[in-house]
C-alpha cells in the first residue's frame, strides 16, 4: 500500500474514535470509517508480474485503453496510447521500458476531465523519456478533473528496468505513452490494461540487456 493510504486512514480512523467517544452515534461514526476504508484501497500497491521478453513495452498504469494513434509531435510522427484511469483503477504508475531517464519535465497546468482530449495538452502533468539503447519511450502521468497532485520518483540519469513503480497520480487521471510508429501496438480502444503487467506494444529491437527483470515480476 502507498504511504499515503496509511495517513489518509489513520486519520480517519482517528475522527471516527473522537465523534464516537463525543456522541456515540454509530450513524456519524460510519462516515470516517467508510471514507478510511476507501482511502485504504484506493491506495493499495498490488505486486505485479512483468514480461520478461526483449522489445516489450508494458503499460504504465492501471486502466482503460481510450486511443491508439499515430500523431504529429515536434520530433515528428509518434504511436501514441492514451489510458484513462477512473476512481476505482490502482493509481501507483510504473516504468513502461528500461533504460535510462533521459528527461523528467514537470508542467502546472489545468483539471479538465482527462476524457478530454485536449486535457493532454492543457492539464498539469509530468512527462518522462526514457531511452532504452534502441529507441526513446516517452509517457505522461496528466491530472484528471479530481486528481490535485502528481507524484514522480524519477530523475534525469536514472536507470530504470521494465514495470518498476515510479510514482503516482492521485484520483482519476490518464497516462500517455508515446511510441516509435515502428511499434506494433497489442491494445485497442476499450480495452482494460494493468500498469506493469498489460503489454501495450512490441519494438522490432529489444531493450538494453541486463535493463529487464529477470524474474518475471517486480513487488
Known amino acids: 500500500m502507498v504511504r499515503d493510504g496509511y495517513l489518509f486512514g489513520a486519520a480517519l480512523f482517528a475522527v471516527a474514535a473522537?465523534?464516537?467517544?463525543?456522541?456515540?452515534?454509530?450513524?456519524?461514526?460510519?462516515?470516517?470509517?467508510?471514507?478510511?476504508?476507501?482511502?485504504l484501497w484506493f491506495f493499495r500497491d498490488p505486486s505485479r508480474s512483468v514480461p520478461t521478453a526483449p522489445g516489450l513495452v508494458v503499460s504504465p498504469a492501471d486502466g482503460k485503453v481510450e486511443q491508439a494513434e499515430v500523431i504529429e509531435t515536434e520530433e515528428g510522427p509518434r504511436t501514441r496510447i492514451t489510458i484513462f484511469l477512473n476512481v476505482f483503477n490502482v493509481h501507483v504508475n510504473r516504468v513502461p521500458v528500461g533504460g535510462t531517464v533521459e528527461l523528467v519535465e514537470y508542467k502546472e497546468g489545468k483539471f479538465l476531465n482527462?476524457?478530454?482530449?485536449?486535457?493532454?495538452?492543457?492539464?498539469?502533468?509530468?512527462?518522462?523519456?526514457?531511452?532504452?539503447?534502441?529507441?526513446v519511450v516517452?509517457?505522461?502521468q496528466i491530472a484528471g478533473l479530481?486528481?490535485?497532485?502528481?507524484?514522480?520518483?524519477?530523475?534525469?540519469?536514472?536507470?530504470?528496468?521494465?514495470?518498476?513503480?515510479?510514482?503516482?497520480?492521485?484520483?482519476?487521471?490518464?497516462?500517455?505513452?508515446?511510441?516509435?510508429?515502428?511499434?506494433?501496438?497489442?491494445?485497442?480502444?476499450?480495452d482494460h490494461v494493468k500498469g506493469g503487467s498489460s503489454i501495450l506494444a512490441a519494438m522490432p529491437a529489444g531493450s538494453l540487456s541486463g535493463l529487464e527483470p529477470v524474474d518475471g515480476s517486480i513487488g
Not at 167 to 188: E, H, M, N, W, Y
Open 138 to 140: 516517452v509517457f505522461k
Open 114 to 135: 482527462a476524457m478530454r482530449p485536449d486535457s493532454a495538452v492543457h492539464n498539469e502533468q509530468t512527462m518522462i523519456a526514457i531511452n532504452t539503447g534502441d529507441y
Open 146 to 190: 479530481l486528481a490535485r497532485r502528481i507524484v514522480c520518483n524519477l530523475n534525469a540519469g536514472d536507470r530504470v528496468v521494465r514495470g518498476q513503480r515510479m510514482g503516482l497520480i492521485k484520483f482519476g487521471s490518464r497516462t500517455d505513452v508515446l511510441l516509435p510508429t515502428s511499434a506494433t501496438i497489442r491494445v485497442k480502444p476499450g
Open 18 to 39: 473522537i465523534v464516537w467517544f463525543t456522541t456515540h452515534m454509530a450513524v456519524l461514526v460510519a462516515v470516517p470509517v467508510v471514507l478510511a476504508c476507501f482511502f
